[in-house]
């Protein structure tokens, strides 16, 4: 340090310009002037915003000097001024920073979540939200208080004049919010001070005044930089003010415009100016991507016309008009009037390119196959800029084609990696006891039995899977055991229920700390220690740790229905970020991380409102009238700060801005920044400046030229696999569709029940089929049959309680209309009969046959749905009860003799008549009877069933024809076979 103290000089505030490149053209400029040997950077500090920056600069150091030839390089020191540490980074050159003022430590994030969470519920009561919601209400509460702390705001003033001047007019909501949160922040500022502690954001700002005072004292001999800062909190402001005050000091600026004239720079509003009533008015230009500059500047104290522009250029440095374009751009609503006589040099954009695609997908094609592009020029560097997560991972992933690596230096959520995957899909076997989707989908998780034992770990878990198909069975893990057995893999299942059982005997409810306890056991059973091997493994290892020790001593009872949720709330905001070794000259970034950076080539990407800007969220707490009494800036001055990051991506050499004209909710609205591109453009330039033959590339890598249109399917086997034996419900399906019949027949391809499937038609049918055949028998009462059968099915307790009402009102008819004519006596009941024809067996099962007063047969067939019409009847698409009317006939039936004279369908399915008893169930007939109108003649019938067998016999069985696809597009059907069939290729084609 200096033996005396050193006068404090005017203010050094810095600008680079947009096109300059922010981080190379900083080092030109520091390098010449500090290397004055070789330990000159070295005593060099700068003061960068975060560890992004740090990184910048660090690549940019890199460049300068293998651009300029020095084989060796000793950096700066470089010190993140939002980190928590900075008494650790910056003290040393102070004495001691944080210890020696007696800074108290700062309060850990995540205790402090948990106990807002638990002030809120204490003080709320049995008002207070539950599970996810309090402790998304604790979030919050914990943002909007770090909020005010940057803004340097008291809790007193929540009770100022010109804030208790506003309550009267507010609603009972907002009236009621601010009455919480100044109670939560009064109980939590107490608790603060009875620890000893402070919130993080007050320790930085006592950090920042500490630092200030100690420069301002006794000013430093080594040069300081502050670099790339633009954050306007007030403790900042008046640090970054010292610092330019230094003897070697200067704080650099990023793209603040200084071509801007008086008065549009007057137009930007009172920008935290407190020479005025508010700080902040309502025709303040928050939009604007100066705003928070000119905020920063007020609040350090220097005008516009103190700040100099910086004297060097970047490597990758831009046409300088396009400063000059960016400015114009910009303009706010009276300047913008100027665009009408504005001249081209002030609007030029050489080098910008707009490429408008029709969806998210064709996007992400568009920008990878730019980056390819880009990446054929030696040492040309690209950079992808989107807030849009998921079209950067869309274009990461289709860079892959080209096996080009590409970091996405914003990372992703930890809850989407393959660790994060693993507890959350714990957690939801929780939550829905063992519930099909998530437990299969947690069994069949790359991490889960990783190794020499994956192969027998898959193929028991997809042999218990194809059991599990089908509707949801009772809850937990008890009912899913006959199932295993079932499949052959109770070993298996035995290890599987050891690891989950645990998870699912906790109860209802329990704390958080004992959630997690479980969760970590559960996972590492299940995947061992590659759980925690990866890079996103250890990030989920540090939140279950940090969670599970503030957890344990904080009360945070949970629901076993909230877990996933809560967890899933919290690992979204924990970032894992990919480790090194992607490609070297390509790096894609969210707006943050994308400042300060600089490429040959900036692709801007997902400019649509919403997304680039962020659609402002009001503040759920305060209303804005509130925050803006306070002094703190409106929703709408994150929309600023975007605009600043599209600025300065502006500035690079070449830029292409994209977007997509529909996202994943329809059609999407041009972000307001292209859409002033496209005004400042012109109509005449904006067409020199769309790209339309890089969408027409990316479109045709994915579109091959068209192939001929498949034919319809007419398979024809030879007669030694035609000869089968076919069932009665076979032959209706070979009469309308024979392909259909071909696959599942002859092919035995079935069709799989999907995981936690709705009940289907055929499965209410089996339950209706197996009560009424126990209850024919006399086993027992109704009622009785179907909670047993129900209760066998290990049918799930909802699905229970929505169909036994309807199925029991439909069987109650069955009854009461069989007890209503004593003279029809059943004599079979799901009786199995068969009969031989022309060398073909022909078998099928009878719902019920019945004995009529006279001797003669009654055949019944029960259905769940309707019955078929009587025209699917008369053509043959539906010859179930004539094929078993022939069987009976025949004989086919053991102990049953008689002619079949009456076919009837008993449909368990709502009644048609008003007045009927239970409201569900009714008989039809195809049979010309009665009062009917259409219909086959009794006498007919069954002749008429034996010229439809004798047919299909003749022409597939038997005979050499083609089971051709949809033959009778009309006839009754499934979609099952569509795509084998490739139905959507041929159907309503020409076939010439």
């Not at 493994?537 to 001593?553: I, N, P, Q, T, Y």
Request: charged share 25%.
């Amino acid at each position: 340090m200096m033996a005396g103290r050193q006068d404090l000089q005017t203010p050094q505030v810095y600008s680079i310009a947009a096109h300059r490149g922010f981080a190379d053209a900083l080092v030109a400029g520091l390098v010449p002037r500090y290397a004055d040997d070789v330990f000159g950077l070295a005593r060099l500090t700068l003061l960068l915003p975060s560890a992004r920056a740090a990184r910048t600069m660090s690549e940019a150091f890199v460049r300068h000097a293998g651009e300029t030839g020095r084989k060796g390089l000793l950096m700066p020191r470089m010190v993140l001024v939002g980190d928590l540490d900075l008494d650790e980074s910056l003290g040393p050159l102070f004495d001691s920073l944080g210890a020696g003022a007696a800074i108290p430590p700062a309060a850990d994030p995540t205790r402090r979540w948990l106990r807002l969470a638990a002030i809120i519920r204490d003080v709320r009561g049995d008002q207070a939200p539950k599970g996810a919601a309090l402790l998304r209400l604790a979030r919050e509460t914990g943002q909007v208080m770090d909020r005010l702390l940057v803004e340097e705001i008291a809790p007193d003033d929540l009770l100022s004049e010109r804030v208790l001047d506003l309550v009267g007019d507010l609603s009972d909501h907002w009236r009621d919010n601010l009455h919480l949160f100044a109670t939560v922040q009064r109980l939590w500022l107490a608790e603060l001070e009875e620890r000893g502690e402070r919130d993080a954001a007050a320790r930085r700002n006592m950090l920042f005044r500490e630092a200030a005072r100690r420069m301002r004292e006794n000013p430093p001999d080594t040069p300081f930089v502050a670099a790339g800062v633009t954050s306007a909190a007030p403790a900042l402001a008046r640090l970054l003010r010292t610092v330019s005050e230094l003897p070697q000091g200067a704080v650099v600026l990023p793209d603040l415009d200084l071509s801007m004239g008086d008065e549009v720079w007057d137009e930007l509003g009172s920008a935290g100016d407190t020479s005025g009533e508010t700080p902040f008015t309502s025709g303040d230009a928050l939009t604007h991507p100066q705003y928070h500059l000119k905020l920063l500047l007020n609040r350090m104290g220097v005008a516009r016309g103190e700040v100099q522009q910086w004297h060097r250029a970047g490597l990758a440095k831009g046409p300088p008009e396009r400063t000059h374009a960016i400015s114009s751009l910009f303009l706010p609503p009276e300047a913008s009037k100027a665009w009408v006589k504005l001249p081209a040099a002030k609007r030029r954009m050489a080098g910008v390119r707009l490429v408008e695609i029709g969806n998210p997908e064709e996007e992400a094609q568009t920008v990878s196959l730019l980056v390819r592009e880009a990446l054929d020029e030696p040492e040309k560097r690209v950079a992808v800029v989107t807030p849009d997560r998921g079209l950067a991972g869309r274009v990461a992933q289709h860079l892959r084609r080209w096996n080009i690596e590409a970091d996405d230096s914003a990372g992703r959520p930890l809850g989407e990696t393959a660790a994060g995957r693993v507890l959350l899909l714990l957690a939801e076997v929780v939550a829905e006891p063992a519930a099909p989707v998530p437990l299969i989908a947690l069994l069949e998780h790359p991490l889960v039995a990783a190794g020499e034992g994956r192969a027998a770990w898959l193929r028991a878990t997809r042999r218990f899977e194809l059991k599990l198909r089908g509707p949801r069975k009772s809850p937990g893990l008890a009912p899913l055991r006959p199932l295993a057995t079932k499949a052959g893999v109770e070993q298996w299942w035995q290890e599987v229920e050891s690891i989950l059982s645990p998870l699912l005997e906790a109860g209802e409810s329990a704390e958080l700390a004992t959630w997690l306890d479980l969760l970590a056991a559960a996972g590492e059973a299940l995947c061992g220690e590659g759980l925690w091997a990866r890079e996103d493994g250890r990030a989920l290892s540090a939140f279950v740790e940090d969670l599970r020790l503030h957890a344990r001593d904080i009360d945070t009872p949970l629901e076993a229905e909230d877990l996933p949720l809560v967890l899933r709330d919290a690992m979204d905001r924990v970032a894992v970020r990919p480790p090194y070794g992607g490609h070297p000259r390509v790096a894609i970034y969210g707006l943050l991380e994308a400042r300060m950076t600089r490429a040959d080539l900036v692709i801007c990407a997902g400019l649509n409102e919403g997304t680039w800007p962020p659609r402002p969220a009001t503040d759920p707490l305060l209303a804005p009238g509130v925050l803006r009494a306070l002094g703190v800036p409106g929703a709408d001055f994150r929309i600023g700060l975007s605009a600043h990051d599209l600025a300065g991506a502006l500035g690079a050499p070449e830029v292409v801005l994209t977007r997509a004209r529909r996202d994943l909710a329809g059609p999407a609205i041009a972000s307001r920044f292209l859409l002033r591109v496209r005004a400042l453009l012109g109509e005449d330039l904006v067409a020199k400046h769309e790209d339309c033959e890089v969408v027409t590339l990316a479109r045709a890598l994915d579109d091959p030229p068209p192939v001929p249109h498949a034919p319809r399917p007419q398979p024809c086997p030879p007669p030694e696999m035609r000869r089968q034996d076919i069932s009665v419900t076979a032959l209706d399906r070979l009469r309308s569709d024979p392909f259909q019949y071909y696959a599942s027949k002859l092919l035995r391809l079935g069709e799989l029940d999907g995981v936690d499937a709705e009940p289907t038609p055929a499965w209410q049918g089996e339950l209706a089929h197996a009560i009424l055949e126990d209850w024919h028998k006399g086993k027992g009462e109704l009622a009785d049959l179907a909670d047993r059968h129900l209760r066998e099915m290990s049918a799930h307790p909802l699905m229970r309680a929505l169909w036994r009402p309807r199925l029991m009102a439909a069987l109650e008819w069955v009854a009461k209309t069989i007890e209503e004519d004593p003279e029809r006596k059943p004599v079979a009941i799901e009786q199995w009969g068969e009969m031989t024809e022309r060398g073909i067996r022909i078998f099928g099962k009878a719902d019920r046959i019945d004995r009529l007063a006279d001797g003669t047969l009654a055949v019944v067939d029960y259905k769940t749905g309707s019955p078929p019409t009587g025209a699917q009847v008369e053509e043959g698409f539906a010859l179930q009860l004539g094929t078993i009317g022939l069987i009976a006939q025949a004989g086919g039936f053991e102990s049953i003799s008689g002619d079949p004279v009456k076919f009837e369908y008993w449909s368990l399915g709502k009644a048609k008549a008003k007045d009927h008893p239970t409201g569900f169930g009714y008989v039809s007939t195809p049979l010309l009877e009665g009062k009917k109108r259409t219909g086959i003649p009794p006498a007919e019938f069954l002749p008429k069933a034996r010229e439809f067998l004798d047919d299909a016999l003749d022409r597939w069985l038997l005979g050499d024809e083609p089971f051709t696809a949809r033959l009778n597009p009309d006839a009754p059907g499934y979609d099952t076979y569509d795509q084998l069939m490739r139905l959507a290729e041929w159907q309503g084609r020409d076939e010439a």
